[in-house]
T-cell receptor
Framework: EDQVTQSPEALRLQEGESSSLNCSYT??????LFWYRQDPGKGPEFLFT???AGEEKEKERLKATLTKKESFLHITAPKPEDSATYLC?????????????FGQGTILTVHP | DTAVSQTPKYLVTQMGNDKSIKCEQN?????MYWYKQDSKKFLKIMFS???????INETVPNRFSPKSPDKAHLNLHINSLELGDSAVYFC?????????????FGPGTRLTVT
């Protein structure tokens, strides 16, 4: 069974203090690993898809990386508006038919 | 323009009632999904439809019945509501199911069963 574990559960940063979020996964034949951002009371917002180990993607202050066992979401010089829950999800190959398996999320709070 | 929309946003009802949640996407996607997010914010897939055909049906009680009248709409009907059904339900869509396309989520429907 596919599993996704995110750490830490919660992270408090000062504005400008860079850090990383971790997503460890076990999946039979990774087809894609996804990062989403979720604000309170809203649906998850797509950030990145990573397909193979060694791949990296960037968007503003966020950078996602992928290895064969885990993914990191690096946040450089965060701002208060980066505060949100960050969700990681994997899609397996075979007959998964688009099924995403999510981790429990990391709640990020950035203080001014 | 709203890509994936759901109605209603909030739904408060009593145990035993039957209710429906509607979802529409204007992205031209072929595949739509229903997810449940529990009180611990854990998102879990319930159903997936591809071009009106059911392709994923996780271990969900048969009180939950999805219906897809066309590929832009996926509704969720729940019979005999129970306290444990209280959660936020998200609809999502993706371009296709055969590849790892990103899924776009609606704003969610918060269901409270009293």
């Amino acid at each position: 069974e596919d599993q996704v574990t995110q750490s830490p559960e919660a992270l408090r940063l000062q504005e400008g203090e860079s850090s990383s979020l971790n997503c460890s996964y076990t999946v039979s034949g990774l087809r894609g690993l996804f990062w989403y951002r979720q604000d309170p009371g809203k649906g998850p917002e797509f950030l990145f898809t990573l397909y193979s180990a060694g791949e990296e993607k960037e968007k503003e202050r966020l950078k996602a990386t992928l290895t064969k066992k885990e993914s990191f979401l690096h946040i450089t010089a965060p701002k208060p508006e980066d505060s949100a829950t960050y969700l990681c999800a994997v899609q397996a190959g075979g007959t998964s038919y688009g099924k995403l398996t999510f981790g429990q999320g990391t709640i990020l709070t950035v203080h001014p | 323009d709203t890509a994936v929309s759901q109605t209603p946003k909030y739904l408060v009802t009593q145990m035993g009632n039957d209710k429906s949640i509607k979802c529409e996407q204007n992205l031209g996607h072929d595949t739509m999904y229903w997810y449940k997010q529990d009180s611990k914010k854990f998102l879990k897939i319930m159903f997936s439809y591809n071009n009106k055909e059911l392709i994923i049906n996780e271990t969900v009680p048969n009180r939950f019945s999805p219906k897809s009248p066309d590929k832009a709409h996926l509704n969720l009907h729940i019979n005999s509501l129970e306290l444990g059904d209280s959660a936020v339900y998200f609809c999502a869509s993706s371009q296709d199911r055969a590849w790892a396309y990103e899924q776009y989520f609606g704003p969610g429907t918060r269901l409270t069963v009293t």
